[in-house]
Antibody, heavy 118, light 110 residues
Framework: QVQLVESGGGVVQPGRSLRLSCTAS????????MHWVRQAPGKGLEWVAG????????YNADSVKGRFVITRDNSKNTLFLQINSLRAEDTAVYYC???????????WGQGTMVTVSS | HSALTQPASVSGSPGQSITISCTGTSSDVGGYNLVSWYQQRPGRAPNFLIYEVHKRPSGVSNRFSGSKSGNTASLRISGLQAEDEADYYC??????????FGGGTKLTVL
C-alpha cells in the first residue's frame, strides 16, 4: 500500500551524527518532492527540510542550516536526513512527508524518535 | 520565520461549529495562497485536511473548510463530532522554498 516508513532513530550523545531514512512504497517516489518535519516531545510541528522530486534543489529551516542535510536516492525509493553535531534540542520525532502540491504534505510516515542525551 | 500564531485551545459541543485561526505575516500567510491544515491525534502522524487555503483533498469530510483574510487563515469545522478531538496545525509557504507551521490548537469536544 501507499506508505512511508522512517528508520534510524535512537539515543545519541550530543555532538554525534545520525542518518535517518524514509522508505517509500506504493507510489512513484521520483515524481514527488519530499520533506522532513519534526516534533519535540509535547510540542508542535516544525518543518526541517525539503528536497525537489529529482534531488536537484534542497532547502533547510534556518534553525538547522549547516547541520542537517536532506538527500534522496530515487533508485531505492528512499529519503535521507543527515543530522550532524546533535544537540539536546534536536530531540524529537522526525516525520518524512510527501508533497502533494504546492508544499501541502499529503502522506506522512509514522515517525522515528531521536533522543539526544549523554 | 517565527511560528504562525494559533490559539492554544478551542472547544465546542457535538453538532456545533468552531473556527481555528492562524495568524502570520505578509511574508507567509498573507503573501501566498499556500496555507494547509493538518489534524493530529495523540501518538499519531498528522493527517492532511486542507491545501491552498480552502481546497479539500478527496476523502476529507466537507465539514472541514478553510479560508483566509489578509495575514490570517482559518479552519472551520462544522457539525462537531467526538472523533474531531485532536490537535490542529496550520502551515504556510514562507518564501525561498521554506515552510512554517503554527504552534497548534487543541480541540476539545465537550
Amino acid at each position: 500500500q501507499v506508505q512511508l516508513v522512517e528508520s534510524g532513530g535512537g539515543v545519541v550523545q550530543p555532538g554525534r551524527s545520525l542518518r535517518l531514512s524514509c522508505t517509500a512504497s506504493g507510489f512513484t517516489f521520483r515524481n514527488y518532492g519530499m520533506h522532513w518535519v519534526r516534533q519535540a516531545p509535547g510540542k508542535g510541528l516544525e518543518w526541517v527540510a525539503g528536497v525537489w522530486y529529482d534531488g536537484s534543489d534542497k532547502y533547510n529551516a534556518d534553525s538547522v542550516k549547516g547541520r542537517f542535510v536532506i538527500t534522496r536516492d530515487n533508485s531505492k525509493n528512499t529519503l535521507f536526513l543527515q543530522i550532524n553535531s546533535l544537540r539536546a534540542e534536536d530531540t524529537a520525532v522526525y516525520y518524512c512527508a510527501r508533497e502533494f502540491i504546492n508544499d501541502a504534505l499529503d502522506l506522512w510516515g509514522q515517525g522515528t524518535m531521536v533522543t539526544v542525551s549523554s | 520565520h517565527s511560528a504562525l500564531t494559533q490559539p492554544a485551545s478551542v472547544s465546542g459541543s457535538p453538532g456545533q461549529s468552531i473556527t481555528i485561526s492562524c495568524t502570520g505575516t505578509s511574508s507567509d500567510v498573507g503573501g501566498y495562497n499556500l496555507v494547509s491544515w493538518y489534524q493530529q491525534r495523540p501518538g499519531r502522524a498528522p493527517n492532511f485536511l486542507i491545501y491552498e487555503v480552502h481546497k479539500r483533498p478527496s476523502g476529507v469530510s466537507n465539514r472541514f473548510s478553510g479560508s483566509k483574510s489578509g495575514n490570517t487563515a482559518s479552519l472551520r469545522i462544522s457539525g462537531l463530532q467526538a472523533e474531531d478531538e485532536a490537535d490542529y496545525y496550520c502551515c504556510s509557504y514562507a518564501g525561498d522554498n521554506t515552510l512554517v507551521f503554527g504552534g497548534g490548537t487543541k480541540l476539545t469536544v465537550l
